[in-house]
């Protein structure tokens, strides 16, 4: 890095810049492969849900089902898509869009 005007064995272990050197040339994957979404409910819900009458259990139901589509759909939007195209040196590789989750 001298023309940085910085001194390697001054700021690294003298086995570092070998190192790095050795892995130049390396491709590292950064993308992910996949996300882990739980959609749970309070316990004071699941009580509620378990102790009512059947119309007021119905409505919670209808109510999480709501919730959970909801929730689905905006996850989607997020992280539903694929990459095409080269990424790095200042450029973003295209997004493509997806058909949805998996689940």
């Known amino acids: 890095?001298?023309?940085?005007?910085?001194?390697?064995?001054?700021?690294?272990?003298?086995?570092?810049?070998?190192?790095?050197?050795?892995?130049?040339?390396?491709?590292?994957?950064?993308?992910?492969?996949?996300?882990?979404l739980m959609l749970d409910v309070e316990?004071?819900?699941?009580?509620l849900y378990g102790?009512?009458?059947?119309?007021?259990?119905?409505?919670?139901e209808n109510t999480f089902a709501e919730a959970v589509a909801e929730t689905v759909a905006a996850v989607e939007g997020w992280v539903a898509y694929g990459r095409r195209g080269h990424q790095g040196d200042g450029r973003l590789a295209?997004?493509?869009p997806a058909s949805g989750l998996l689940g």
């Open 1 to 36: 890095m001298s023309a940085a005007g910085v001194d390697l064995a001054a700021v690294y272990p003298a086995d570092r810049p070998a190192e790095a050197c050795r892995w130049r040339n390396a491709r590292v994957r950064v993308g992910n492969r996949g996300y882990d």
């Open 94 to 96: 295209t997004r493509i």
């Open 51 to 60: 102790l009512s009458t059947p119309a007021v259990s119905a409505v919670v």
């Open 43 to 47: 316990k004071s819900v699941s009580v």
